[in-house]
């Protein structure tokens, strides 16, 4: 009785339940976490005119969101940047600055950012999203924008039937930083005349984009036609340098 309890343990295919739990068997290897998001596309705003040309704080707030919602890849695979010159072409693009950004001060590696077109508007921004997204065959998107912002560009993504997870940079802020000063920033701007303007800008297009026969793309090329000052969003570059 003895030899065949012996048997049954050294040379017979253990049962069910005989492995311990913890131990894992020869030649596996654990399987790389899979990224719940191809893409994520990060929407720019208006730079800002201090000593220099540098980004504005609602802009490098969705780079703080940006890296954090990247999380080292295991949020994201890559970050599409698609901001164009919007002060002109003897001024770098709004990508450009938000990737300089990103590698530098966040460190994310300069092969997870992707920057192309050359947006002048959320339309242009969101047309090469998803022209990147086509080529590429990304299924699992995400775009990340101002709260007020988030009114209206679900409204563009709607024409292209993709499904897109939205999410705003204070909420992916208010959720994922501790730092107390993000959120005095946020305080800060949301009861800004910058805050306001853009609530105001929101609001009427997306009341035009619920009447009938509304034509985007003619509002956009209005728009852009009739630019011609520069444009600033920040509250003041003190605030901008500390974040």
């Known amino acids: 009785e003895h030899s065949i309890h012996n048997a049954a343990v050294v040379g017979s295919i253990p049962t069910p339940g005989t492995i311990p739990m ?51 890849g295991k949020g994201a695979r890559h970050i599409v940047l698609t901001g164009g010159h ?10 450009e600055l ?14 997870a950012i992707i920057t192309k077109g050359d947006a002048q508007s959320t339309l242009g921004e969101v047309e090469t999203f998803m022209e990147l997204a086509k080529e590429r065959g990304w299924t699992r998107l995400m775009s990340i924008a101002a709260g007020k912002h988030l009114w209206t560009i679900p409204g563009i993504f709607k024409k292209y039937g993709a499904d897109v997870v939205f999410r705003s940079n204070e909420e992916i802020l208010k959720d994922k930083d501790s730092n107390p000063h993000i959120r005095h ?51 003041f570059p003190g605030d901008v340098y500390k974040l």
């Open 185 to 235: 920033l946020l305080k800060r701007l949301g009861h800004s005349k910058y805050e306001f303007s853009l609530m105001i800008r929101e609001a009427g297009i997306w009341t035009a984009m619920h009447l009938p026969h509304f034509n985007y793309e003619r509002l956009e090329a209005r728009n852009r036609a009739k630019r011609t000052g520069k444009g600033k969003d920040s509250i």
């Open 22 to 72: 913890t131990e894992i068997p020869l030649n596996h290897e654990p399987e790389p976490p899979i990224s719940p998001f191809d893409a994520v596309l990060v929407h720019c705003y208006w730079p800002s005119e201090g000593n220099r040309f540098h980004l504005g704080l609602r802009t490098r707030l969705a780079d703080r969101a940006a890296a954090l919602v990247y999380d080292k």
């Open 98 to 111: 938000m990737k300089r950004e990103l590698t530098e001060k966040y460190h994310i590696p300069e092969e």
């Open 86 to 95: 919007l002060w002109g072409p003897e001024h770098p693009s709004s990508a």
